[in-house]
């Protein structure tokens, strides 16, 4: 994505191409977002109104496995010196990431809502 992201434009360049087809080949999947403006924008929410989805604790950020991802990106991250180059970076780090290391952080979701639960929506070990 260049620039900023709308609710509008989550909702036409994400949800509806991308989330909503996907959701609709899973069926009893549940949909889960964290806090950022477009996802709780109301035309985000409308759209979603039509799939299940997980309410996300105000003030926790335990629940979002792919920060992980990301942590671990930006220090492979080479130096780039364009955009162009920036894109061409993550998208090959992001084709070799290790399948085994996404699986376990995808397992680790029941431990890492059980931890937010016992804490009230507080800091876990995740």
């Given at each position: 994505m260049r620039g900023i992201l709308t609710g509008q434009g989550y909702v036409d360049d994400i949800l509806r191409p991308h989330v909503g087809p996907f959701l609709n080949g899973l069926p009893g999947a549940i949909f889960q977002q964290d806090n950022a403006r477009p996802h709780t924008a109301r035309?985000?929410?409308?759209?979603?109104?039509?799939?299940?989805?997980?309410?996300?604790?105000a003030r926790s950020p335990d629940l979002t496995p792919v920060e992980h991802v990301w942590d671990k990106l930006k220090r492979q991250m080479?130096?780039?010196?364009?955009?162009?180059?920036?894109?061409?970076?993550?998208?090959?780090?992001?084709?070799?990431?290790?399948?085994?290391?996404?699986?376990?952080?995808?397992?680790?979701?029941?431990?890492?809502?059980?931890?937010?639960?016992?804490?009230?929506?507080?800091?876990?070990?995740y």
């Open positions: 035309v985000a929410q409308d759209f979603l109104r039509h799939f299940q989805t997980h309410p996300w604790p080479p130096s780039c010196h364009s955009v162009h180059d920036l894109e061409l970076a993550v998208q090959d780090l992001w084709g070799h990431l290790p399948q085994d290391n996404i699986r376990c952080l995808m397992n680790s979701m029941p431990d890492r809502v059980a931890a937010c639960i016992a804490t009230g929506g507080g800091p876990t070990r």
